[in-house]
Nanobody, 124 residues
Framework: QVQLVESGGGLVQAGGSLRLSCAAS????????MAWFRQAPGKEREFVAA????????NYVDSVKGRFTISRDNAKNTLYLQMNILKPEDTAVYYC?????????????????WGQGTQVTVSS
């Protein structure tokens, strides 16, 4: 098993930047493909970005392409999400998720492990 803890959320003005982190412990971090999801009030959990175990493959939802970058440091057991040019519609709780069998799924139900989430609020 792996345990995941997100950090780095906060309140930022539109056009600003935040960097989220997801610290992993337990089973070897590099065993897992990783992803970020987000959930706004009253909405379903939405895929944001994914990275494969080695960091060599990434994919993004169209709404964040060119603004967000997912990365990982396997030596530090940490996943990142650099978010630039933030918009009010990016406001949500952001979650990191892990799966040890499949890379890049956009269905939240296919991920086995989740963090507790970190709130991102973008003011207009």
């Amino acid at each position: 098993q792996v345990q995941l803890v997100e950090s780095g959320g906060g309140l930022v003005q539109a056009g600003g930047s935040l960097r989220l982190s997801c610290a992993a412990s337990g089973r070897t971090f590099s065993s897992y493909h990783m992803a970020w999801f987000r959930q706004a009030p009253g909405k379903e959990r939405e895929f944001v970005a994914a990275v494969n175990w080695s960091g060599t493959s990434r994919n993004y939802v169209d709404s964040v392409k060119g603004r967000f970058t997912i990365s990982r440091d396997n030596a530090k057991n940490t996943l990142y999400l650099q978010m630039n040019i933030l918009k009010p519609e990016d406001t949500a709780v952001y979650y990191c998720a892990a799966d040890d069998t499949k890379y890049g799924s956009r269905w939240w139900s296919e991920y086995d492990y989740w963090g507790q989430g970190t709130q991102v609020t973008v003011s207009s």
